[in-house]
């Protein structure tokens, strides 16, 4: 009597078994990537005054960081509704600090911040330190939203879609 060992499964079977994995495999990752929130950099602001303000410090708070130069046009179209969603938000905790990349000569951006009255606090990057911190950013504006805990939850490359932050700062700030 003879025994047969079972036959392999056909190369079809092998692969959609293989393509299943790869499916399965991708959406694990895609699951990952996509709510796993990445740590703020421990930076240290500077502004204008001279103050210092750190990313530790601000724990506990909701924070937007704002990349930004004077020389952008949709940088300086934005500014005004950035302060009214700073204005808006802060009596429920939102912090808010402008960075002004390296390239961004200081006076010109002292004078921005003096004629438009800016509320928040304005920094700026002199060495394109703070820039590399967060990712290398080097298009304006980029703008960063950062929870309680240090975690970024939302970057914003260019104008920010208003509806769609303030509804993650109201979802964020309770």
Sequence with gaps: MQTHS?????KVVWIK???GLIVVALAVAGYFAFFS???APDVTFVDLQGNKLSTQELRG???MVNFWATSCTTCVKEMPQMVETYKKYQGRGLEFVA?????D???YVV???QTRQLPFKVAL???GKLAKSFGDVQLTPTTFVIDKDGHIVKRYLGEPDWKGLHALLEQSLT
């Design 6 to 10: 079972p036959s392999p499964l056909p």
């Design 17 to 19: 078994l293989l393509a």
């Design 37 to 39: 929130q990445h740590k």
């Design 61 to 63: 708070k909701v924070v």
């Design 99 to 103: 960075v002004a990349m390296s390239y």
């Design 105 to 107: 000569p200081p006076n």
């Design 111 to 113: 004078n921005f911040v």
């Design 125 to 127: 990057d002199v060495e």
